[in-house]
């Protein structure tokens, strides 16, 4: 069994950061292996033991004292029950406090690279095989490191115990462990890996398949390619089947290689054992004692098989985060700390951007004073929310300044930004958990009367006092599912709870009705009328509320007039 | 959880044993005689071991016990192998036709049905919620049937044995699973108190990833990491109180194995000690004494793969639950209606759940050569129109229905039915696979024709690997306006007799509003029915009807075409 850590995508830190439970855990795991081994080591010569004596006759019967033998049998069993408690108890612990730390450092690291994540992870099961793949590494020294340490310190030990009986009996029961503990498990290791590895693949085929037959359902059906896409997935599946049960087979068969072993390797240290016998050496109590250590010690190297298989699912758990984990930071964090300035002026200064080879946005130039309301039109596609997340330096440009109060972007994060500038996106996320946490989420201070203040505005609070928990509905994937309508609104109160004094509205009317829409704007810029607005949109509500209007159009921004519409 | 099973005639957890019967009697079977085996196997090892210990045997005067053991322990493994391979063919058989059929269920409940799920997650449950299911079935039902067998043959042999092992094993046996369903029902019941906490604490790891973006707006990002950590501490305190119960589960076993091993063992003893009990009885009795309790062990094991099954369940379940609104989709589409007179829909109303009615009562009728345009604000009705259309719910009254002219009447999917979605679904493959999607057998000539009716041909042409390009997420390269199009070629490639727009010109900037309504008025011919749903005016005027629909109504405003 090799203990090495799974690719570069390390756990060794966390690991160290639990050496305290996994060593005692540890220690627990070896008590408790022995405490089973001395029992029916223990037993096997009670027994024998008893029977020699009986034959013996009346003066060995009465010599024969049962008493701390039996004492010792029960103490075996006491501490193999409490032993084994105590280390699952302790283990479960550590592992759990493994993944908490993970996961917590993985977020860490994820922070700056959420765009770079939202790109990757539109369909969202990207993110929860990873939540998976941090559990399942968490598991590791549960699965792993713990069972293979214990086994190799055990198994040690149990032939150290049988060499003090018989030295050529350990040695046999040396080379049956050996084979059984690092031959089997390399064997598994060597014929099922690459199975293992296909399987993964194939599994995220059928996935795809089937993610896409729910996302295409209406144009599947449509077009009459459902049954053609049920056949499809049909034979996926039947491929994965065979391909899964290949990899069962082997991992069937030569998980069952362990138990003939252990009884070959029994029966060769009682021939070992019979020659010591016949010279001397033991005395035939001692023989099936052996015997009975020689099974106990093949249960204690049984796991390192699973634990080998259990090394490959986590090499490939490790794999797939650490590509997560190392997706391009696309805004480098500013070496020195600046104070934000208090000119709020945005400006954009021959801003250029590729994206996928082709010039999303071409010397793009203009300024927000402070106070004034622009709004840039302009087709789906045509790069007008990359502007919006340009502008909270969500990206950075490839050519070009953007500068907030004279100062250049680079030198904030979009953290420092949020102190000023607020943005509606269409894909804000609702956190599970009620209404009311989720406005404290946009500001922790907020008082009741000024949650009260921001639903109003954004005309929510009749609706949710309707809602029989009014601001204690959970929303969020396990509560009530909010209109998309009721969401937006939500974000908006959100943002105004943190009093922005540049608002960035990436089409703040979509998918809402055009009267509700008109009166989102109104009560936004009614609740905060000093803000300066930046207002993406392709729908005309927003326009009239307006100071300027600038389109976008291939890559190109150029000003409309004042009191232009679109229809 | 088992009540909320029963209440339906959906699959059970246990039910899906059903689906693989044969394997899973053949893994039963063969594991009995496994533990046949494993009892001889001890019986040898046993009369070797006394041999050469008391009756002063070489080993090699044992040779032909220690052939018949190790043919014994090859069997046997052979037969464990055997076993468990039957079991994982098992777990296969039920999970993939499982898979299946939840997946037709889907394309019954249609995508009405589904507009408020969340596709990653019905996708995550299919794939890996379902493949949680496999270790239930490949490991706990055959050890749930072998915690039966094995064990009555162990006590059978040792009745023949010793009476008084017999009776210390007979009490003790059953003891445990009583004492082990007490413990378990503790952790369950505080399973099922603390349900709602664990699944949200569980759930949220995921919530702050999903949300990365939004800490960051809101300038939450670092507090939020300190969040993550407290929220892992709380789910780790949480999974720890059910898990001290259920490790207690494990405890009980262990001391009731032990109890009564230390029992038969001291029995023994006393009456070996007085001569009056042959060693080699003795010893079988003590090697089979744990292999009594191997399988209780090796079921509580697996006792968690249960758990998970049982929570892997609940969303499929859901999933089954949610109702059928259409029919399972034909295998072949309808060939052509000849001469249609008119498609008339009567009296049509239709609403969502146990929601009142969305659409209450519209009557109308649609003529070949003309395109009808249907407005009207949202919430008036026109979409659930449109889904009647195409057949993606029943209506709750009223009746869709296509006359011929030879008087003759058809339902509307006898005819073949065109459809152009206002966000096409693109499918990760290339142009030409996107545009087959309907017509699997078009020859490439029919592909240009059309692409040059809606005037896409050059720009397809125009890109390095022209009809092979592979079409990103989104549809790139290609913009809205051309996505739409393409959805009109790929409609169109299905020779529709009638056709459908859902918001053809929306979100669209003006020149490709133009675009899409140019080629939208020129596919209306050919004896086609043609209808679009819009909020907009741009098609109006190329409308020979319109129909204007308020909260679920019609507010006829016909107007003859231009």
Known sequence: MTQRSPSSFSIRPFLYHARGPLLIGLCLSCLATLANFGLLFLSGWLLA?????????????????????????????????????????????????????????????????????????????????????????????????????????????????????????????????????????????????????????????????????????????????????????????????????????????????????SIVCVLSVIACAAHGLETGQLNGPELPMLGMGALASFEMIAPLMEARLAQERFRQAALRSEELCSLPVLTPPPQTTTALPSARELSFDQVSLRFHEENLLKDISFSLQPGERIAVTGSSGAGKSTLARLAVRLIDPDQGRITFGGTPLTRFTTEDLSEHIGMLTQTAHLFQGSIKRNLLMACPTATDAQIHQALVAVGLDEEINAMPNGLETLCGDHGVRLSGGQARRLSAAQILLRRPTLLVLDEPTESLPPTTGVALMEGLLTALPEASVLCITHRPEPLSFMHRILHLECGHLTEKGGDASPH | MAECLRAHPRPTLSGLTNRASLPLALSVTLGGIGATLLIGQMYLLATIVTDIAFRHHTLYQEKTLALLLLLAVMLRALCQAGA???????????????????????????????????????????????????????????????MVVTPLLIMAVVLKLDIWSFLILAVTGPLIPLFMALVGYGAQSIMDRKWTELLLLGASFLDMLQGITTLRLFGRSRDSVTLVAHMAHQHRQSTMAVMRVAFLTSAVLEFFSSLSIALVAVAFGARLLNASFAFQDAFIVLLLAPEFFMPLRNFSASYHARQNATSAFKPIIALLKLPALRDLPPTTRPSPLPNIFTLEINDLRAGYGKDEDTLKGVSATFRPNELTVITGASGSGKSTLL????????????????????????????????????????????ISANLRLGAPDASDELLQQILEEVGLWNTITALPNSLQTILGENGAPFSAGQIRRLALARALLGHPQILLFDEPTSDLDEENARLVASCLARTVHTGRISLAITHRHDLLEQAHHILHLSQGRLAPMERSAA
Request: glycine fraction near 8%; charge should be positive.
């Open chain 2, 387 to 430: 889904r009647l259309l195409l057949g993606m719910m029943p209506p709750r009254q009223g009746s869709l229905s296509l006359r011929l002219t030879n008087g003759r009447t058809h339902t509307i999917q006898d005819a073949p039915i065109g459809w152009v979605p206002q966000r096409p679904f693109i499918l990760a493959d290339s």
């Open chain 1, 49 to 261: 033991g008893a029977a020699a004596a009986g034959l013996g006759g009346v003066i060995t019967q009465n010599m024969f004292n049962m008493g701390l033998p039996a004492v010792g049998v029960r103490f075996f069993a006491t501490v193999r029950i409490v032993a084994r408690y105590a280390e699952r108890l302790v283990t479960h612990d550590a592992a759990f406090r493994v993944t908490g730390q993970l996961r917590t450092h993985s977020f860490q690291t994820l922070i700056p690279r959420s765009e770079s994540l939202a790109t990757r992870t539109r369909s969202g099961d990207v993110l929860t095989r990873f939540v998976n793949d941090t559990e399942k590494l968490g598991q590791f020294p549960l699965d792993v490191l713990l069972p293979t340490l214990s086994a190799t310190f055990c198994s040690t030990v149990s032939v150290g115990i049988t060499a003090y009986f018989s030295p050529s009996a350990a040695c046999a029961l040396a080379g049956g462990l050996l084979i059984g503990g690092l031959l089997l498990p390399w064997m598994i290791g060597r014929l099922t890996d690459h199975l293992a590895q296909a399987n993964t693949q194939r599994s995220t085929v059928l996935h795809n398949d089937i993610l896409e037959t729910i996302q295409g359902m209406a144009d599947l059906l449509c077009c009459g390619a459902a049954p053609r896409q049920l056949a499809r997935i049909t034979a996926h599946q039947t491929q994965l089947n065979r391909q899964t049960f290949a990899h069962a087979l082997r991992c069937n068969i030569i998980r069952n290689i362990l138990p003939i072993l």
């Open chain 2, 84 to 146: 468990d391979s039957c079991g994982d063919l098992a777990g296969q058989k039920a999970t993939a036709s499982l898979r299946l059929e939840v997946i037709e269920h889907l394309f019954q409940v249609g995508p009405v049905g589904l507009s408020h799920q969340n596709s990653g997650h019905i996708a995550t449950t299919l794939s890996e919620g379902i493949d949680a299911l496999q270790p239930y079935i490949a490991r706990y039902m055959p050890r749930a049937a072998a």
